[in-house]
């Protein structure tokens, strides 16, 4: 008999440095949507666990996982409606990452184009916790049975692995026990690129402030950064094809439809023929509306850590009743005595 599957979203971010447009943009703004509109139950995590892969100082972890809950909830994540809290209180997550790790192969691991870039050269050197990442969040979404998964375009691979790990556990246990879950990366900004170089990612570890729009900027900070962004001398084409080679354009363009909930066809309609010099004025008029009443309240919202403390405690103890059901019966499958 074929399971059937509560529709529920599950996705993490990690606390490792101050959140970008990029998080916001590609993954945050989309969990307040799926929040509100999707019919969804909603499990959104801090993934403190994949953060120490690479070296973390704990007080900085500390003190990230605590602003990131502040910029979920800053957002529009309501920890009501939505289950928020920090992967490390939830210890399911790590058992089933266990199980995973014996389901995963080694050659799908070593095809992760993350880990190629994050381990470079110097593999012998990297953690055995960075080569397995991809293990624990597949774990983090099936220990909820997740039945859908928002993230931004570089965790694609990532989630057709997640997949693959299900299919693979439901094929060697002879069960229908772990969902294929289904991405979801769509919107104008899947993927937001660098305001220095639109080749490139837009990532809090650019060693450049300049290329990014951090959600803790304040309106001096994201006006700046707006107007030094790299642009090329063109007007701004009337058709989307003429974005065709011109990455930084584009992705402003992106930017300022997601922004302002729209898309890039309409955004080009609007500003067709029109310079940087009179697009960028309005992209920064805009970024200010909508980023710097998130970045007040979340500077609100860190006065007071014991409140946010305890909304990840009552999270974690609300995730538990999920994944603790969810757990017990993997191992069951698996053949472990309890
Ligand atoms: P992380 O912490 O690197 O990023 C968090 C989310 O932000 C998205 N994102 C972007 N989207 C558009 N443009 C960008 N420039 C940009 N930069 C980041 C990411 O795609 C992601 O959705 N492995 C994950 C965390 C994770 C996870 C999970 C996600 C752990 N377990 C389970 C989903 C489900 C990561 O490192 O994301």
């Known amino acids: 008999m074929t399971q059937t599957f509560i529709p529920r979203v599950f996705s993490g971010i990690q606390p490792s440095g101050g959140l970008t447009l990029g998080n916001y943009l590609g993954a945050i703004k989309r969990f307040v949507d799926m929040q509100e509109n999707g019919g969804f139950e909603t499990v959104y995590c801090m993934v403190d666990l994949h953060a120490i892969t690479v070296w973390q100082n704990p007080e900085d972890l500390r003190r990230n996982t605590r602003e990131l809950c502040a910029g979920f909830i800053a957002s529009g994540i309501d920890p009501e409606k939505s289950i928020l809290f920090n992967q490390s209180q939830v210890p399911e997550h790590v058992q089933l990452a266990w199980i995973f790790n014996c389901v995963a192969r080694m050659g799908w691991m070593k095809r992760m184009t993350q880990w190629k870039d994050k381990a470079g050269k110097n593999t012998e ?17 099936l220990i909820y049975h997740a039945t859908h998964v928002p993230v931004g375009d570089d965790q694609k ?9 299900a299919a693979k556990f439901n094929n060697d246990f002879d069960v229908d026990f772990f969902p294929i879950t289904e991405p979801v990366i769509e919107g104008a900004a899947t993927r937001v690129m660098s305001l220095r170089d639109g080749s490139k990612k837009m990532s809090k570890s650019d060693p450049s402030d300049l290329s990014r729009l951090n959600m803790t900027d304040d309106a001096d900070a994201l006006a700046k950064k707006i107007r030094k962004a790299k642009t090329d001398a063109e007007p701004l084409p009337d058709s989307i094809e003429g974005l065709e080679g011109r990455p930084e354009a584009r992705n402003l363009v992106n930017i300022y439809a997601a922004l302002s909930d729209s898309n890039a066809e309409a955004v080009i309609t609007e500003f067709s023929g029109h310079q940087f010099g009179t697009f960028k004025p309005r992209l920064v008029d805009l970024a ?35 994944a603790a059901p969810i757990l017990a019966k993997t191992y069951d499958i698996v053949g472990m005595l309890r």
């Open 288 to 322: 200010i509306e909508k980023l710097a009443p998130i970045s007040n309240e979340m500077s609100r919202l860190m006065q007071d850590t014991s409140e946010i403390d305890k909304i990840l405690a009552r999270g974690a103890e609300r995730g538990r009743t999920i």
């Open 125 to 141: 050197n990297a953690s055995l916790g960075l080569f397995g990442y991809p293990a624990l969040m597949a774990a983090d979404i």
């Open 157 to 165: 691979q990532h989630l057709e692995l997640t997949r693959d790990i």
